[in-house]
C-alpha cells in the first residue's frame, strides 16, 4: 500500500499561481504512474493530469493544457501540480493518486486538499 498525503492547497485569486505537492511514502514502485483529478461540488471526479513515474512522460485534460504542469522529484518521491493562471472553474479539492504497475488503475488516494479560485 502507498500512502498519498497532498499539500499546498488554499485560495487563490485567478490569474495567481499555486503549487500543489504530493508525498508518497510506504511501498515504493519504480513504474506505473501517479496523478492529479479533482472534485468540484455537485460535479464527479475528473482527471486533470499524470506522469509516468520512470520517464517523466506527461499528460493533462485538455482545459489545463499549457496552464498547469505536472512534475516528480524521484528522489522524494514526490509529485507536484504547478498551477498558473488558474480560473475560477479549476475550484475543486484536488487529489493525488498512484498507479503502481504499469498500465494498471490508480489504486491508492490521498485525502484532497482543496483548491479556491477567486476572482
Known amino acids: 500500500q502507498v500512502q498519498l498525503v497532498e499539500s499546498g492547497g488554499g485560495l487563490v485569486q485567478a490569474g495567481g499561481s499555486l503549487r500543489l505537492a504530493c508525498a508518497a511514502s510506504g511501498r515504493t514502485f519504480s513504474s506505473g504512474r501517479m496523478g492529479w483529478f479533482r472534485q468540484a461540488p455537485g460535479k464527479d471526479r475528473e482527471f486533470v493530469a499524470q506522469?509516468?513515474?520512470?520517464?517523466?512522460?506527461?499528460s493533462y485534460r485538455n482545459p489545463v493544457k499549457g496552464r498547469f504542469t505536472i512534475s516528480r522529484d524521484n528522489t522524494k518521491n514526490t509529485v507536484y501540480l504547478q498551477m498558473n493562471s488558474p480560473k475560477l472553474e479549476d475550484t475543486a479539492v484536488y487529489y493525488c493518486?498512484?498507479?503502481?504497475?504499469?498500465?494498471?488503475?490508480?489504486?491508492?488516494w490521498g485525502q484532497g486538499t482543496q483548491v479556491t479560485v477567486s476572482s
Open positions: 493518486a498512484a498507479a503502481t504497475t504499469q498500465g494498471g488503475t490508480y489504486d491508492n
Open positions: 506522469i509516468a513515474w520512470s520517464s517523466g512522460s506527461p
